[in-house]
Nanobody, 120 residues
Framework: QVQLVESGGGLVQPGGSLRLSCVASGFNFSRSVMNWYRQAPGKERELVAAIASHGDITNYADSVKGRFTISRDNAKNTVYLQMNSLKLEDTAVYYC?????????????WGQGTQVTVSS
């Protein structure tokens, strides 16, 4: 079955950096669009970054452009989110999300989430 396992979250001071990882299994990773979403307390879930199947196209929320970088290693079935210059408002649970076509329908799977807390 599809599994997405995130890691790398934690507590960091403003201006610091974290690197999130998501290891995927159970589907053809190299044919999937991989995404990072986040949800802060009391706020709606939002798309942070997305990367196309071969890593040639990326998309970012305006709030993280220039600070976050999404990348993937298809040989390792892993997607990353490098987060630099972290701000208090980046505090959220971050989710890895896989989207791919299976049997002519779009499938979407979510990981369990990893907490990122930015605090002084």
């Amino acid at each position: 079955q599809v599994q997405l396992v995130e890691s790398g979250g934690g507590l960091v001071q403003p201006g610091g950096s974290l690197r999130l990882s998501c290891v995927a299994s159970g589907f053809n990773f190299s044919r999937s669009v991989m995404n990072w979403y986040r949800q802060a307390p009391g706020k709606e879930r939002e798309l942070v970054a997305a990367i196309a199947s071969h890593g040639d196209i990326t998309n970012y929320a305006d709030s993280v452009k220039g600070r976050f970088t999404i990348s993937r290693d298809n040989a390792k079935n892993t997607v990353y989110l490098q987060m630099n210059s972290l701000k208090l408002e980046d505090t959220a649970v971050y989710y890895c999300v896989a989207k791919f076509v299976q049997r002519a329908s779009m499938e979407e799977y979510w990981g369990q989430g990893t907490q990122v807390t930015v605090s002084s």
